[in-house]
């Protein structure tokens, strides 16, 4: 795994000039056992209620602004509040590659996943480009039947404009709110899970020094 933040003098600048994101996640590995698309999901999942929301039509703004983007999204808002979706159409890039075949974790993005079958419809080997597969996927019929599965090395990249790691503020555009006092000293998290068992795939917590 690598988590780039951008400012940050271990941060590559390729990663970042010219672009809004504010971070950039990694993660490379392989899976132990099949995971079907429509069970691998990412996002926030919190033990403990948030404190100090918005009004309940705010938030309800908020949420159908979100389920526009991705109407595959999962949210709620109780004791064990959750924002989960797809990881398949999720990750702004993804690559499988045999094992031994994979590019170091530290390269450029690269979307191509015709090692797994996923190929541009125009001539069935291409890679099938990143928009497209994440347009594609957001649709439950299409990733009805697909897994990922062990034997290939998976890299995912995942990259945001909203978070602001520094000063730990969360910047949606219609509002900005300091996390720290709605975390209820919960960690953000760096995850992804299989939904039907709550297994983590990954999972790396980002917390803050004004959350102390």
């Given amino acids: 795994m690598l988590f780039y933040v951008d400012g940050l003098p271990s941060s590559p600048a390729k ?5 809004k994101r504010r971070t950039h996640l990694v993660i ?6 099949a995971v079907p698309f ?4 990412t996002g926030q999942r919190f033990s403990k209620p948030l404190k100090q929301l918005p009004s309940a039509w705010f938030l309800e ?9 991705s109407p ?16 398949v159409s999720t990750a702004q890039a993804i ?18 996943m015709t090692a797994v079958g996923i190929t541009s419809a125009a001539d069935g080997k291409s890679p099938l480009p990143s928009a497209k597969r994440r347009r594609m996927f ?34 949606l ?22 939904g039907s068992t709550g297994a983590y795939l990954w999972q790396f917590h980002l917390q803050h020094d004004s959350q102390l």
């Fill in 15 to 19: 990663l970042f000039q010219g672009r």
């Fill in 28 to 33: 490379k590995g392989m899976f132990k056992h």
């Fill in 38 to 41: 429509e069970d691998a999901v």
């Fill in 61 to 69: 703004l908020v949420f159908m602004l979100a389920r526009k983007f």
């Fill in 72 to 87: 595959s999204m999962q949210i709620g808002c109780r004791e064990a509040p959750y924002v989960l979706s797809p990881l």
């Fill in 95 to 112: 690559s499988v590659a045999k094992e031994g075949d994979s590019a170091d974790i530290s390269s450029q993005p690269e979307e191509d």
């Fill in 138 to 171: 957001l649709d439950a019929r299409n990733r009805k039947g697909r897994e990922f599965t062990p034997g290939f090395v998976y890299t995912f990249h995942f990259w945001q404009h909203m978070l602001d790691c520094a000063a730990f503020k969360l910047d």
């Fill in 173 to 194: 555009g219609i509002a900005a709110f300091e996390l720290a006092k709605h975390l209820n000293g919960q960690p953000l998290q760096l995850m992804a899970q299989q």
